[in-house]
Nanobody, 124 residues
Framework: QVQLVESGGGLVQAGGSLRVSCAAS????????MAWFRQAPGEEREFVAG????????TYADSVKRRFTISRDNAKNTVYLQMNSLNPEDTAVYYC?????????????????WGQGTQVTVSS
């Protein structure tokens, strides 16, 4: 079992930046690909970014490319999502997820472990 806890969400103005973090605990000795998903009110949960266990492979949704950066520090069992040039359309609950594979997937059903989410609100 792996437990995931997100932090760092909050309120930011359009054009601003925010970094959210996801701390993993439990069976962290295994190799997990990690990802961030988000869900806006009334919308489906969508893939944002993913990173392989070693960190060499990253994948982004088209809507966040060149604005968001995913990274991980395996020594700290933590994954980060740096979000720049935020706009109101980025407002959502951001969820961290882990899958017991090295490869990133953009499909939420491929992920076994989920955090409780952290709210990101971008004001115009």
């Amino acid at each position: 079992q792996v437990q995931l806890v997100e932090s760092g969400g909050g309120l930011v103005q359009a054009g601003g930046s925010l970094r959210v973090s996801c701390a993993a605990s439990g069976r962290t000795e295994r190799r997990y690909a990690m990802a961030w998903f988000r869900q806006a009110p009334g919308e489906e949960r969508e893939f944002v970014a993913g990173i392989s266990w070693g960190g060499s492979i990253t994948t982004y949704a088209d809507s966040v490319k060149r604005r968001f950066t995913i990274s991980r520090d395996n020594a700290k069992n933590t994954v980060y999502l740096q979000m720049n040039s935020l706009n109101p359309e980025d407002t959502a609950v951001y969820y961290c997820a882990a899958r017991n594979r090295n490869e990133v997937s953009t499909k939420q059903y491929d992920y076994t472990y989920w955090g409780q989410g952290t709210q990101v609100t971008v004001s115009s």
